[in-house]
């Protein structure tokens, strides 16, 4: 059965945008190589005139905006009210999580920066919550409800935050670079796009289990990262090579409209992201990050794609942060009628007034999450604040092979163990 994303439906399901004519003929079929790593199209370069604007107008035919979800006039078919309750516990747990956080800095808890993500939940909650344990997430600096959505527990992002033992990197990583093995969250990265070749790299690894170690590997992985980030070189390396190997990759574009303190719409000669995707062959959706019934219903559709390896999709969600770009921004560069409008337009309220309205549940039943979550978060502060700190042996690990990290002597013993290493550095 075709799929809303599927180029054979496009015109039927969809209004298209960036074609001549808005409408798209029969998909060309090229021929395939058996070979894993060679391209999967061949054609000669002396094509014919209507071939070069067959495959002109195929590429630039594109999967349209938050139609996507329209026509299905929010009915209560969208999700059960045990997937509605799921996705609500999750968004209020993201927000009371960071809240929590921006206390603690103020507190002096936390160190370096932490940037929160207030207002964003629709986004990490629709695509995440669709996820299995095995398939991968990669994040960015903006990335505790990542984590905590992807079933890292609140202790062990708290704890990290604390730079404490119990953290899920043992205090090694802080609020920038939350891993969890067990999770596959394959980490939060401080620069911008460094985590897009990660994903794409996570990617290949299911593809080359399936096609080439023969498992039965259906793992995909999402990709999270900021407008700020789509004018970077390695976001559109890693758009081509997951396009040419098809790829079960989700690139998400977190769209919060300012890239600390730049808007989106002054640093782009073209503001809409999401027609980045078809320029290399995948498809290219924008939809209302303020809404997790929109994120999900586009989500669901883009990680059944990969799961079929039918490769990656670029999804464009635009959201928009409740806070400055981290708790050191007194955040005064944006019009304060631009974030009241955001403000009223709260993803936590729309669910819960979706719920209501529908009878998918009371009151009291949303009211008994969040009085839950309050003592979840309560209980994260309380372990951090009680566990230790790293030992000062534990500075070095996990830096070099050498796993006590000052090397190995021509002896074959550890260098630290020699009673002459610390000679002349006691005052270090």
């Known amino acids: 059965m075709a799929t809303a994303f599927s180029a054979a439906k496009l015109t039927s399901t969809f ?12 998909p060309i079929r090229f021929p395939t190589t058996s070979s894993f790593l060679r391209s999967s199209r061949k054609f000669a370069l002396n094509s014919s005139p209507r071939l070069n604007h067959a495959i002109s107008g195929r590429r630039s035919a594109v999967v349209a905006v938050s139609e996507v979800v329209k026509e299905k006039k929010m009915k209560n078919n969208l999700l059960t009210k045990e997937e509605g309750l799921e996705l609500y516990e999750d968004m209020v747990l993201g927000r009371a999580f960071e809240d929590m956080c921006a206390q603690m800095y103020y507190r002096g808890k936390m160190f370096g920066f932490v940037h929160l993500y207030n207002g964003q939940e629709a986004v990490s909650t629709g695509f995440i919550k669709l996820l299995t344990q095995s398939d991968s997430v990669v994040s960015t600096y903006r990335d505790h ?117 730049m808007s989106h719409l002054r640093a782009t000669s073209d503001p809409e992201i999401w027609k980045k995707g078809p320029a290399f062959g995948m498809p290219g959706v924008h939809v209302d990050g303020m809404d997790v019934l929109k994120v999900r219903e ?106 006590k990290g000052f090397g190995i002597g021509p002896d074959g013993r550890y260098r630290c163990e020699d009673p002459k290493f610390t000679q002349g550095t006691a005052h270090v």
């Not at 793992?219 to 900021?226: M, N, R």
Request: charged share 25%; aromatic share 8%.
């Open 145 to 261: 409800v990542h984590a905590l959505s992807k079933g890292v527990p609140a202790r062990a992002v708290m704890s990290e935050l604390f730079g404490k033992t119990t953290g899920c990197c043992r205090g090694q990583g802080g609020s920038m670079h939350m891993f969890s093995k067990e999770h596959n969250v394959l980490g939060g990265f401080a620069f911008i796009g460094e985590g897009i070749p990660v994903a794409t790299g996570a990617a290949f690894t299911s593809r080359y289990k399936r096609d080439v170690l023969k498992e039965n590997c259906e793992d995909v992985t999402v990709a999270f990262f900021g407008d700020g980030t789509c004018n970077n070189g390695q976001f559109y390396e890693c758009l081509n090579m997951a396009a040419l190997w098809k790829l079960p990759i989700i690139f998400v574009v977190e769209n919060n409209l300012w890239a600390i303190g």
């Open 15 to 26: 209004p298209l945008r960036g074609s001549h004519d808005d409408r798209l003929s029969d």
């Open 298 to 403: 586009v989500a669901k559709e883009a990680v059944t794609r990969a799961r079929r390896g039918e490769g990656p999709t670029l999804v464009e969600c635009e959201t928009y942060r409740f806070r400055g770009h981290s708790l050191a921004d007194p955040d005064e560069l944006r019009d304060a009628a631009e974030k009241a409008k955001y403000a009223a337009r709260d993803p936590i309220t729309a669910l819960k007034k979706y719920m209501i309205e529908n009878k998918m549940a009371s009151e009291a039943e949303l009211k008994s999450i969040e009085k839950k979550i309050d003592e979840v978060v309560e209980d994260a502060v309380e372990f951090a604040d009680a566990s230790p700190q790293p030992a000062r042996s534990q500075l070095l690990e996990n830096v070099f092979a050498d796993p």
